[in-house]
């Protein structure tokens, strides 16, 4: 089975308020539309927000993506293979996205297997369950990944500001 790791702890400085609270539902329903994933988790932890996903809060949020994307893994349950993992703040994700990327790996067997657009290396990202133990507090962008075109697909986009909404 293959589940969706959310993440969605930040703080949101330069957004002015909690963006999740805006962003995390959308991201959610584009997550849940992919036929590759069997259950969903969410990664709390500068906000609490309300959710129709189940949470894991992580108390080292602060320290980086990395330390969230951790609290998400060992969330899992033991039958999970791979996790799937997507931010909250990337409300353009689509899920056929998620079905490349989750296809890939099952061709592949790659430890991490990450979608790119006009040759940018984005999410969703794959980290298969034997790579689980090799996530630096600064996330995965630093380590190798088999790439996934998806250059027919919109990106899933990265909110920072209340400005790029509009």
């Known amino acids: 089975m293959i589940a969706a790791v959310v993440l969605a702890a930040g703080a949101s400085t330069r957004f002015g308020s909690p963006k ?13 539309s992919s036929a590759a994933i069997g259950n969903t988790i969410v990664v709390l932890g500068a906000h609490d927000v309300e959710t129709s ?3 894991v809060r992580c108390p080292e949020w602060h320290r980086g993506p990395g330390a969230s994307l951790r ?3 060992d969330a899992l349950d033991e039958e999970i293979e791979a996790a799937v ?3 909250a703040d990337g409300p353009s994700l689509d899920p056929r996205a998620i079905d ?11 430890e991490r297997v990450a979608a790119t657009y006009g040759g940018i290396r984005l999410h969703p990202l794959l980290l298969a369950r034997e790579a689980w133990g090799e996530v630096p507090d600064q996330g995965l962008r630093g380590l190798p990944a088999e ?19 509009s």
């Open 147 to 165: 790439l996934v075109p998806c250059d027919d697909l919109d990106p899933p986009g990265d909110v920072d500001f209340a400005d790029d909404l």
């Open 100 to 110: 490349r990327v989750v296809a890939a790996w099952r061709e592949s067997a790659a």
């Open 71 to 73: 609290c998400g893994l």
């Open 53 to 55: 996903a189940r949470v």
């Open 20 to 32: 999740q609270a805006l962003l995390l539902e959308p991201v959610l329903e584009r997550v849940r």
């Open 85 to 87: 993992v997507v931010l």
